[in-house]
């Protein structure tokens, strides 16, 4: 059911009955490395090329999802993923290893949200019992893709963010089946904000006002304060993005020091692994509500 | 409560200016400066080496070019040259070795995608805007100088 300007609120609220995660060698460094299921030594994943790795990265999380279940890919109806790459070439190949029915998204920063969003929207509306909202991202495919080549001897600028080498997933059921698990009550779609920031190496700024407008409106269509929530999560706003966004509060009298987390600030240890501004992409989103 | 950020684009670019972490500059010249420069010397030690071995000033100087090529190249294979740029900036951008760093660092990186269309097609992706216009602004020079020729 549409309940204001663009929050849906989900009657049945589909249950995340269980999560995976693997990361890579640089995130298993930082202080969240406990939280994680699986980790790899090796940015080339014992493949050869990048993207291979990748590939290979966003299999072993859905294999170990199903595991930890435990149930098979037959018994999955759909799975909702996406990745950074030109034509998702990851979340295809995995769809295409694990035979079940696939939606290709593509959300960049906010990929793993989007499909957490539509996977909760399927069980909620009663088209599906077990749906798969999955992502990855990986630092060497995605700074092939978009910046410079890893052997290029540039200076990157103190605003600047580094993808993660991860990848994420978690399964959405309907409320009665299992015990355990976070439900999904609300989704609240954001807008593209654009303020103008053209600096690529300032994403947390770009994106920050976006952020705003969306947390903002799921406030008001809700009728909540922000104070309602033990926590606010955010994907990858990073250290500098993460300010803007409790700034931009604090000017319409609302305080959201204490409630606002940053998983891209929260990754890594900003002064020894030298990430700048922190993390982004499309897995770091791992999301409770 | 307004859900749109009060603010003009002009206001929240200069805000952002503002909040944003600045890049230490005085410590960015002086890396470049003083990695520039020994880069420089390096140069200038192979040139006068092979001028004091009776090679030509021309030959030296060819010679000398060459040996920074590789090293450019050979520092890139093995990831140090992205560790000396790091800091260095446009101190080891710059020189010949950068250039030479610039080829080098897409060839390895799209070698996954074949010889042809992957290292081929992709190793001049950083360099070929400087070949383009270095090689175009040359012509032009050059025929502006051979116009004057003609009249001097």
């Not at chain 1, 990157?156 to 409320?175: D, E, F, H, L, R």
């Not at chain 1, 922000?226 to 966004?245: F, K, P, W």
């Not at chain 1, 890594?268 to 509500?289: A, F, N, V």
């Not at chain 2, 790091?86 to 897409?106: C, E, L, M």
Request: aromatic fraction near 10%.
């Amino acid at each position: 059911m549409k309940i204001g300007k663009q929050t849906i609120k989900f009657e049945n609220t589909p249950k995340i009955l269980q999560t995976s995660s693997i990361v890579g060698p640089k995130e298993m460094q930082g202080p969240l490395a406990n939280y994680f299921d699986q980790h790899i030594d090796d940015v080339f994943n014992g493949q050869d090329s990048f993207e291979k790795a990748e590939r290979k990265l966003m299999n072993d999380c859905i294999d170990h999802l199903l595991a930890k279940v435990p149930t098979n890919n037959e018994s999955i109806d759909y799975l909702f993923g996406g990745d950074l790459l030109n034509q998702c070439i990851t979340a295809g190949y995995s769809s295409r290893d694990l035979g079940i029915p696939f939606f290709g998204l593509y959300g960049a920063c906010s990929t793993f949200c989007e499909s957490l969003a539509l996977a909760a929207s399927f069980i909620n509306a009663g088209y599906a019992q077990k749906v798969i909202a999955t992502t990855s991202s990986h630092f060497c495919s995605a700074e092939r893709q978009f910046r410079m080549p890893l052997e290029h001897g540039n200076q990157k600028s103190p605003t600047a963010q580094c993808t993660v080498t991860a990848s994420g997933a978690a399964i959405v059921v309907p409320k009665d089946v299992g015990t355990q698990g976070p439900f999904v009550t609300h989704i609240t779609p954001g807008k593209v904000i654009d303020m103008g920031i053209s600096d690529m190496t300032n994403m947390g700024a770009a994106m920050a006002p976006a952020a705003f407008n969306t947390i903002m409106t799921h406030l008001q269509d809700t009728g909540r304060n922000a104070n309602y929530y033990d926590v606010i999560a955010t994907g990858d706003l990073g250290v500098l993005g993460s300010e803007i966004l409790v700034d931009l509060f604090n000017k319409e009298g609302i305080d959201l020091m204490g409630i606002h987390a940053d998983c891209g600030a929260l990754i890594y240890d900003h002064d020894k692994q030298d990430t700048h501004c922190g993390g982004s992409g499309c897995r770091l989103h791992g999301k409770c509500i | 409560m307004n859900a749109n950020v009060n603010m003009t684009k002009e206001e929240y670019s200069n805000y952002v200016d503002s909040k944003a972490k600045k890049s230490p500059i005085g410590k960015n010249l002086v890396w470049a400066f003083v990695v520039g420069g020994f880069i420089c010397i390096i140069g200038q030690l192979i040139t006068d080496l092979f001028t004091s071995w009776n090679f030509s000033k021309d030959d030296a100087s060819t010679i000398c070019t060459i040996i920074l090529i590789f090293l450019g190249a050979f520092l890139t294979a093995l990831n140090l040259y992205s560790i000396i740029g790091k800091h260095a900036g446009a101190g080891s951008i710059v020189p010949i070795t950068g250039f030479s760093n610039s080829v080098v660092a897409p060839a390895i990186e799209f070698k996954t995608e074949g010889y042809v269309l992957g290292l081929g097609a992709n190793m001049f992706k950083i360099a070929g805007p400087v070949l383009v216009y270095g090689i175009t602004s040359s012509v032009i020079v050059g025929f502006i100088y051979w116009i004057i020729k003609l009249f001097m």
